[in-house]
């Protein structure tokens, strides 16, 4: 069975300050492993994915993601957050063995000016 | 804009009735994923179809059910409307079956049992 957990509902940083918003993951086989954003009001958006290869991931609005296999963990990051990342992020798991996709419950971010 | 549309944006409807939400995936993909939000159960999948079958069933009540067509648009019906239906609901669309193809979304039906 395939799960994926996001440990914190929220997280405060302020701005210019770097951001990590967690996410660990249970597959058997090959994870493929995404993230994404959803603003107030609008449906989720595609940030990143890892399916294979570097273990860092780049994404958009200067996001990235960095794959660790020992920890199952898929931590999105941002070296200098802005106001306007202040959103609910979902860390989402699939893998080679599967078309299902898992959602995780969601963190809230908020960065303070 | 993620290519995927969805009607009607907003609906307000009474326990008992039903309603069906249509959704058109973006143009070329094949897949169609059914998600509800609620605000204390985060995003709940629904049913996934793939170029018109059915392919994964997740917490689908009974009284929901859905259906893809040969242009690949999905409706997803809701019957016997309760207060605790009251929710969004994406659609999701994807270039393929296989798990390793991110999803685009729609931008969701707000539902409001009265």
């Known amino acids: 069975a395939q799960s994926v957990a996001q440990p914190e509902d929220q997280v405060n940083v302020a701005e210019g300050n770097p951001l990590t918003v967690k996410c660990t993951y249970s597959v058997s086989g090959n994870p493929y492993l995404f993230w994404y954003v959803q603003y107030p009001n609008r449906g989720l958006q595609f940030l990143l994915k890892?399916?294979?290869?570097?273990?860092l991931v780049k994404g958009s609005y200067g996001f990235e993601a960095e794959f660790n296999k020992s920890q199952t963990s898929f931590h999105l990051k941002k070296p200098s957050a802005l106001v306007s990342d202040s959103a609910l992020y979902f860390c989402?798991?699939?893998?080679?063995?599967?078309?299902?996709?898992?959602f995780g419950t969601g963190t809230r971010l908020k960065v303070l000016a | 804009d993620s290519g995927v549309t969805q009607t009607p944006k907003h609906l307000i409807t009474a326990t008992g009735q039903r309603v069906t939400l249509r959704c058109s995936p973006r143009?070329?993909?094949?897949?169609v994923y059914w998600y509800q939000q609620s605000l204390d159960q985060g995003l709940q999948f629904l049913i996934q179809y793939y170029n018109g079958e059915e392919r994964a069933k997740g917490n689908i009540l009974e009284r929901f059910s859905a259906q893809q067509f040969p242009d690949l648009h999905s409706e997803l019906n809701l019957s016997s409307l309760e207060l605790g239906d009251s929710a969004l609901y994406f659609c999701?669309?994807?270039?393929?079956?296989?798990?390793?193809?991110?999803?685009?979304f729609g931008p969701g039906t707000r539902l409001t049992v009265t």
């Open positions: 989402a798991v699939s893998h080679s063995g599967t078309y299902k996709y898992i």
């Open positions: 143009s070329g993909d094949l897949s």
């Open positions: 999701a669309s994807s270039a393929d079956l296989a798990g390793g193809y991110e999803q685009y």
């Open positions: 890892y399916i294979t290869g570097d273990n």
